[in-house]
T-cell receptor, first 114, second 110 residues
Framework: GAVVSQHPSRVICKSGTSVKIECRSL??????MFWYRQFPKQSLMLMAT?????????EQGVEKDKFLINHASLTLSTLTVTSAHPEDSSFYIC??????????FGSGTRLTVV | GDSVTQMEGPVTLSEEAFLTINCTYT??????LFWYVQYPGEGLQLLLK?????DKGSNKGFEATYRKETTSFHLEKGSVQVSDSAVYFC?????????FGKGTRLHILP
């Protein structure tokens, strides 16, 4: 079946540094990918829609300059958390739209900013 | 805006017990409805879905019926197993976006 690989699964970084999270569709091409953020005991909140070859569409309240999204190929989207702060610590999940097969999710990335 | 509300967990049951996880939604029109499951250390997997009113989605012994009168999509299973321990998310689709509930952690005791 369709597989989405998300890397890294866990990352710890220092405040002020940037962290890049990768989301790859392994056996299908995805023109559209999605990035979610999950706070403890809360639902997954859609952050942005990543479109191959064009700018991402951000949800209201999500800082574009803080969360940089690049979707340079049909199988890879990246989320870069820039100048990370402790409040950016969270669980980030990507998903890729696979046409009639629906949405396939990555296994998530636990980001801890210290 | 559109939203999904599901019962808070954790839910702890003994093996072979009957399971219900409640889910209601708020949306204009008739969105597609989903249940996703997240096993420990893994990504979200689609468990079942229903695309129109009165549809019943089913998979792995789980069922959910799209009820437009009550705007609900409750998840049920007649006899749970330890391997069903996971977090379950109710969700709806609006255009190309998935809107999730908060998730319900299910813990099944042997």
């Amino acid at each position: 079946g369709a597989v989405v690989s998300q890397h890294p699964s866990r990352v710890i970084c220092k405040s002020g540094t940037s962290v890049k999270i990768e989301c790859r569709s392994l056996d299908f091409q995805a023109t559209t990918m999605f990035w979610y953020r999950q706070f403890p005991k809360q639902s997954l909140m859609l952050m942005a829609t990543s479109n191959e070859g064009s700018k991402a569409t951000y949800e209201q309240g999500v800082e574009k300059d803080k969360f940089l999204i690049n979707h340079a190929s049909l199988t890879l989207s990246t989320l870069t958390v820039t100048s990370a702060h402790p409040e950016d610590s969270s669980f980030y999940i990507c998903s890729a739209y696979n046409g009639g097969n629906g949405y396939t999710f990555g296994s998530g990335t636990r980001l801890t900013v210290v | 805006g559109d939203s999904v509300t599901q019962m808070e967990g954790p839910v702890t049951l003994s093996e072979e017990a009957f399971l219900t996880i409640n889910c209601t939604y708020t949306a204009t029109g008739y969105p597609s409805l989903f249940w996703y499951v997240q096993y420990p250390g893994e990504g979200l997997q689609l468990l079942l879905k229903a695309t129109k009113a009165d549809d019943k989605g089913s998979n792995k012994g789980f069922e959910a019926t799209y009820r437009k009168e009550t705007t609900s999509f409750h998840l049920e299973k007649g006899s749970v197993q330890v391997s069903d321990s996971a977090v379950y998310f109710c969700a709806l689709q609006r255009d190309d976006k998935i809107i999730f509930g908060k998730g319900t952690r299910l813990h099944i005791l042997p």
